[in-house]
C-alpha cells in the first residue's frame, strides 16, 4: 500500500475510535524486530470503564494496556517465523496489535480476534503502520457458542496465539474447549503469560488431555518500566495428532 494509502487509512481508523476519547502513540520494541512498532492507545481508562459498565460479561478493558506476554509472544514469532510463515493462524485477544503486527510481518495468514472492537480497530492500526496491510479481524466472545461457530466455520487452523488471555477462572474451562476445537491434529497453541494462577491451571488440565508442551522466557525489556523483573512464560502447547482409525465405525 502506498505511504499515502496508508496515512488515509490509518486516520480513517482512528476516527472509529473517537468515543475511545484521548489517545497517545508510543513506540514498543520487540527483540528481533528491525523497527519499533508505533502503538497508539486510549489514555483514559476511567472512560473504558464507564463503557463497559453495562456490560453482561463484565469483561473489563484489558486490551488497552501494553501488556508484557503481548511483546513476548510477539519476541517468540521474530526469533522462530516459521512458527506462523505462510500459515493459517487466529490470534485469540488481539490487545492493541503487538503479536498481531509481527505476526503478519513474518507471513501469518492471521485472523485477529478480540472482544472489544476498539481493540480490533487498533489491532489494525498497529499492523497497517507496521506492515502496510491489516490483518482479517472478528469480533469474539469465546464463551458464547454461535461466536464460536462463526469462528469455526472454515475449519481447525494449524496456529493459535494467545498472549494474557487468562485473567480469571472462569476462562479455563471455554479457553480449553476452543482450544481442542480450533487447534488442527498435531498443530500448536502458543500461548504467552506471566504466572498467573488461573494459566497455570489451565496447563495442567491441557496436559491431562494429552497436549505436549515446552516452554521459553522473556525477561522484557517491557513498555511499561513498572514491568521490570516481570518474566513472560511463552508455551508451544502441540495437540497430539489424530490417530489413523479416529472416527472409524469398526466394530
Not at 29 to 53: E, F, I, K, Y
Not at 122 to 132: A, D, E, F, K, M
Not at 179 to 185: D, E, G, I, M, T
Request: hydrophobic share 45%; charged share 25%; aromatic share 6%.
Amino acid at each position: 500500500m502506498e505511504t499515502t494509502d496508508v496515512a488515509e487509512r490509518a486516520g480513517a481508523l482512528l476516527a472509529a475510535l473517537a468515543n475511545a476519547g484521548e489517545l497517545r502513540e508510543e513506540s514498543v520494541s520487540v527483540r528481533g524486530v528491525a523497527r519499533p512498532l508505533r502503538v497508539v492507545r486510549p489514555v483514559d481508562t476511567d472512560l473504558l470503564l464507564d463503557h463497559v459498565a453495562s456490560d453482561p460479561e463484565q469483561n473489563l478493558p484489558y486490551w488497552a494496556e501494553l501488556w508484557p506476554s503481548g511483546v513476548g509472544l510477539a519476541s517468540e514469532l521474530a526469533a522462530e517465523p516459521a512458527l506462523v510463515a505462510g500459515k493459517r493462524a487466529v490470534e485469540l485477544g488481539s490487545g492493541v496489535g503487538i503479536t498481531a503486527a509481527v505476526a503478519l510481518e513474518v507471513g501469518a495468514e492471521l485472523l485477529a480476534t478480540d472482544y472489544a472492537p476498539e481493540s480490533l480497530v487498533l489491532t489494525r492500526y498497529t499492523c497497517l503502520l507496521h506492515t502496510g496491510r491489516e490483518p482479517a479481524v472478528m469480533q469474539l466472545n469465546w464463551r458464547d457458542e454461535a461466536d464460536v461457530t462463526r469462528l469455526l466455520a472454515d475449519g481447525p487452523v494449524p496456529v493459535v496465539l494467545a498472549a494474557d488471555v487468562l485473567y480469571e477462572q472462569r476462562d479455563i474451562e471455554p479457553l480449553l474447549r476452543l482450544f481442542a476445537r480450533l487447534v488442527a491434529p498435531g498443530g500448536i497453541a502458543l500461548l504467552a503469560h506471566p504466572g498467573r494462577p488461573p494459566a497455570r491451571r489451565f496447563l495442567e488440565l491441557a496436559r491431562n488431555e494429552g497436549w505436549s508442551n515446552s516452554v521459553h522466557e522473556y525477561m522484557g525489556p517491557w513498555p511499561d518500566p513498572n514491568d521490570f523483573g516481570t518474566v513472560v512464560f511463552v508455551h508451544r502447547l502441540q495437540r497430539p495428532a489424530a490417530r489413523p482409525d479416529a472416527g472409524s465405525n469398526r466394530g
